[in-house]
């Protein structure tokens, strides 16, 4: 006998929402990082003080795009897999 798999589309739907909104922080952390770094180098923190923060944030900036992918990857699988829930449940509800 097969399991009944169900699915509760409005939580599916909200941790979609939610995964995307921390992709978008995320990546708004990036620029600001990146924003910072120009901004000591060419104010605050110049010659090699300044270089090496910038470098610093830099590799900050590049580890928290690819963190930002990686929700954008989940974000895109939940969605993908909400769709092909509902498609599933509207065949078997055309088999009856």
Do not use: C
């Amino acid at each position: 006998m097969t399991e009944k798999i169900r699915m509760n589309y409005a939580a599916v739907e909200d941790m979609a929402k939610h995964l995307q909104m921390v992709e978008q922080q995320l990546r708004q952390t990036a620029q600001n990082a990146q924003r910072w770094a120009q901004t000591m180098q060419n104010s605050a923190l110049q010659g090699p003080p300044g270089e090496s923060f910038a470098q610093a944030l830099g590799v900050f900036s590049q580890k928290v795009n690819k963190l930002a992918e990686a929700f954008h990857e989940e974000h895109s699988d939940v969605r993908k897999s909400m769709a092909e829930m509902q498609r599933a449940d509207t065949t078997a509800g055309q088999n009856f």
